[in-house]
């Protein structure tokens, strides 16, 4: 399985499903070892681990709750133990969930910070305590395009996103002589099995003709920007936040898309 991630060493959180199975199937294709994390999508890890073995590549997986401070430590040091090492942290796992602002609860609002930014938080933290034995590494942490634009019901999630552009901006900064290099990505409208479980009137096409390039996205379209955040190729990339959204953001608010043909 060669390419340009041979032989490096992976932990992806939130990989049972969609983008983040993909971004861990991806970095095997390109020859990286894999460490698979799920909080709930047990069985899409393990056929991923499973496919990646079949294929020659080395992959395991644990379960862990990220809201959970020493849940993050665990599937660090794991992955760490499991690969000998580690080079990435992809740092997909996240939850997402709309609320109308004055019905959420703090409990609600406390699970989003809990998984979406602490969780991400405290496996960097031990992330970098292994990548700092070793020549460096490369973060990529998960944020959205609600953490540049607004949309109703968003106010708990969008706050997480943000967030996560803000921190991965000063973290970049503060180990890149560290030769630690952290990213962000920010996906737009992707693809995935969870948007057509959760919404009964969910339509795909018409999503497409929402967004410039005409389509949604698929993982695949953020699993290659991930690779490409971890390689040498993007080794002068530091605290960016790359967009993967069709032109989304690009777009005007105020223009009539269907008119642009």
Known sequence: MPGKMNGKRVLVTGSGTGIGREVALEFARQGAGV???????????????????????????????????????RLVDFAAGFLGGLDVLVNNAGITEV?????????????????????????????????????????????????????????????????????????????????????????????????RAKYADYDVEAGGRQIPLGRVGAPIDVAKVCAFLASEDAAFIVGHTLLVDGGTIALMSLAELETQA
């Not at 890890?45 to 990646?52: D, L, Y």
């Not at 609860?105 to 405290?122: C, E, K, M, S």
């Not at 634009?149 to 706050?159: E, I, K, L, P, Q």
């Open 35 to 73: 460490a698979l994390h799920y909080a709930n999508s047990k069985a899409g890890a393990e056929s991923a681990v499973a496919e990646i073995r079949a294929a020659g590549g080395q992959a395991d997986l644990l379960q862990a709750d990220l809201g959970q401070v020493e849940e993050c430590f």
């Open 99 to 195: 609320w109308d602002f004055l019905d959420v609860t703090p409990a609600q609002f406390d699970q989003l910070y809990h998984v979406n930014i602490r969780g991400q938080f405290f496996c960097a933290q031990q992330a970098v305590r292994h990548m700092l034995k070793q020549e460096g590494g490369v973060i990529i942490n998960m944020t959205s395009v609600h953490a540049f634009a607004g949309m109703a019901g968003h106010s708990v999630y969008a706050g997480t996103k943000g967030a996560i552009m803000a921190w991965t901006r000063e973290l970049g900064i503060e180990l890149a002589r560290q030769n630690i290099r952290v990213n962000a990505v920010a996906p737009g409208w992707i693809e995935v099995p969870s948007h």
